[in-house]
């Protein structure tokens, strides 16, 4: 009985650890992958209100830059 008890805590330990670890999982993979949405709303927005000017290829070397910036980030 005592082992059959023993056996039953470890189980619902685990069970308790993978929930939680899939969890954390789950919260910074939505994290990452909301970045690249959040970017592309900021520079929509800008170029929407005339802040940039899409046609300039300057931008697009910035816009580049930002977005490697980002991944670097989020690799650490």
Same mark, same amino acid.
């Given at each position: 009985m005592s082992f059959?008890?023993? =056996?039953k805590a470890i189980s619902e330990l685990a069970t308790e650890l993978e929930s =939680? /670890?899939?969890d954390r999982v789950d919260q910074h993979l939505d =994290? *990452?992958?909301? &970045?690249?949405? =959040? &970017?592309d709303t900021i520079n929509v927005r800008a170029i929407e209100l005339g802040? &940039?000017?899409?046609?300039d290829l300057?931008?697009? /070397?910035?816009?580049l830059d930002a977005n /490697? *910036?980002?991944q670097r980030l989020w690799l650490y």
């Open positions: 059959y008890n023993g =056996q =939680q /670890a899939s =994290q *990452y992958l909301a &970045i690249p949405h =959040q &970017i802040a &940039i000017d899409p046609k300057r931008l697009w /070397a910035l816009l /490697a *910036y980002f």
